[in-house]
């Protein structure tokens, strides 16, 4: 059974940055897009970012541009978010999610696997 584990989630101050891994096992991780997905109390999950298969193509919702950088290494079977200059709305449960294919998506039903989540809390 494939399993995800997230890690990295804590509290920090805003203007901070957090490093989020997701270990991915018993998933052939080469040939998965992943993504990262994150949840904030009463709000639906929403896309931070993906990446592909290979790790050539990534996307990121606006809102984590050029703050947020996912990455991936295929032989640790392992994919990164690095959260730059956080803020108090980036406050949420952080999600890694697995799809077999290239191609990354946006949409959360579009992954079949996911973890069991990571919080990040940032304050001002």
């Known amino acids: 059974q494939v399993q995800l584990v997230e890690s990295g989630g804590g509290l920090v101050q805003a203007g901070g940055s957090l490093r989020l891994s997701c270990a991915a096992s018993r998933l052939t991780f080469s040939t998965a897009a992943m993504a990262w997905f994150r949840q904030a109390p009463g709000k639906e999950r929403e896309f931070v970012a993906a990446i592909s298969s290979s790790g050539g193509s990534t996307n990121y919702a606006d809102s984590v541009k050029g703050r947020f950088t996912i990455s991936r290494d295929n032989t640790k079977n392992t994919v990164y978010l690095q959260l730059n200059s956080l803020k108090p709305e980036d406050t949420a449960v952080y999600y890694c999610?697995?799809?077999?294919?290239?191609?990354?998506?946006?949409?959360?039903?579009?992954?079949?696997?996911w973890g069991q989540g990571t919080q990040v809390t940032v304050y001002s």
């Open positions: 999610g697995a799809r077999y294919g290239s191609t990354w998506y946006p949409e959360a039903r579009r992954y079949t696997y």
